[in-house]
């Protein structure tokens, strides 16, 4: 069945670095996008990204330019999401989820519907 | 950007009821570019709806989606007790959003 499997728990001080893997299973890797999606203690849900695993071509949120980084590793099947500068408001449980009609065109690129999500990592930062 | 708002914000009801939960768009969302995700205390949300009136593979057909422009819908026909849970709306496309959400709880 198709399954994204996350890493674990982590624990950061403000203005560390976080990397939250993702690996995929039971679906050809490469014909969907992984979209990230955020959410805080109590809240609702935050689109954050999303990456193409078939060329890399990403599209993030405008509030996260420049702090987050997302990769894939097709030989291990594998999206990773890198936020950077952390502060406390990061603090939340960060999902993956596959991309059922994520695309680009025309030097844009969007999203579409997310099956299924991965059970969640939490980050936590705090000093 | 476009805004969604669900309404109610809580929807106390009892076994065997019909929910009906709102989403509302600040703009007219192209294509019925629109989902609908159930989230249970501890667990990633699932996938409902999407195009917002497609039901995703194994989905009991008691959850309908309907509207398009700025207004849509989630029906619960007959509530069952595993339907307790909290309810997001999404538009997707380049720049991808969540509602607040329906809490949809026991009375």
């Known amino acids: 069945q198709v399954q994204l499997v996350q890493s674990g728990a982590e624990v950061k001080k403000p203005g560390a670095s976080v990397k939250v893997s993702c690996k995929a299973s039971g679906y050809t890797f490469t014909s969907y996008g992984i979209s990230w999606v955020r959410q805080a203690p109590g809240q609702g849900l935050e689109w954050m990204g999303w990456?193409?695993?078939?060329?890399?071509?990403?599209n993030y949120a405008q509030k996260l330019q420049g702090r987050v980084t997302m990769t894939t590793d097709t030989s291990t099947s594998t999206a990773y999401m890198e936020l950077r500068s952390l502060r406390s408001d990061d603090t939340a449980v960060y999902y993956c989820?596959?991309?059922?009609?994520?695309?680009?065109?025309?030097?844009?690129?969007?999203?579409?519907?997310?099956?299924?999500w991965g059970q969640g990592t939490l980050v936590t930062v705090s000093s | 950007e476009i805004v969604l708002t669900q309404s109610p914000g809580t929807l106390s009801l009892s076994p065997g009821e019909r929910a009906t939960l709102s989403c509302r768009a600040s703009?007219?969302?192209?294509?019925?570019?629109l989902a609908w995700y159930q989230q249970k205390p501890g667990q990633a949300p699932r996938l409902l709806i999407y195009g917002a009136s497609s039901r995703a593979t194994g989905i009991p057909d008691r959850f309908s989606g309907s509207g398009s422009g700025t207004d849509f819908t989630l029906t619960i026909s007959r509530l069952e007790p595993e339907d307790f849970a909290v309810y997001y709306c999404?538009?997707?496309?380049?720049?991808?959003?969540f509602g607040p959400g329906t809490k949809v709880d026991i009375k």
């Open positions: 999404q538009q997707y496309g380049s720049s991808p959003h």
């Open positions: 990456i193409s695993a078939y060329n890399g071509n990403t």
């Open positions: 989820a596959r991309d059922l009609e994520g695309y680009c065109s025309g030097g844009s690129c969007y999203s579409s519907w997310f099956d299924p």
């Open positions: 703009q007219s969302v192209s294509s019925s570019y």
